[in-house]
């Protein structure tokens, strides 16, 4: 699928080899994906102070901070990447 609107995702893990695998297979399934890859949770949120997300994917079980965590200072700090559930 060749799409002209690209699709930023921020993809968070802390196992360097499966974050570039799935960037890998994101771009492969749709090459309208432009994957960022953070390592970290801390390195996560310095990628979304400096560009613009469509799409957080994280991990859950990190060290430092888990996903979960990490959701949490998203939506502290980066609110207009939080949507609010359609009811």
Partial sequence: MNSEASIHVLHVDD?????????????????SFTVTTATSASEGLEHL???EFDC????????????????????????????KPVS
């Fill in 49 to 51: 102070s400096s560009g």
């Fill in 15 to 31: 196992e360097p080899d499966f974050a570039e695998l799935t960037a890998e297979f994101l771009k492969r399934e749709d090459d």
């Fill in 56 to 83: 957080i994917v994280s991990d859950y079980d990190m060290p430092t901070q888990n996903g979960i965590e990490f959701l949490k200072s998203v939506r502290e700090n980066y609110p207009q990447y939080i949507t």
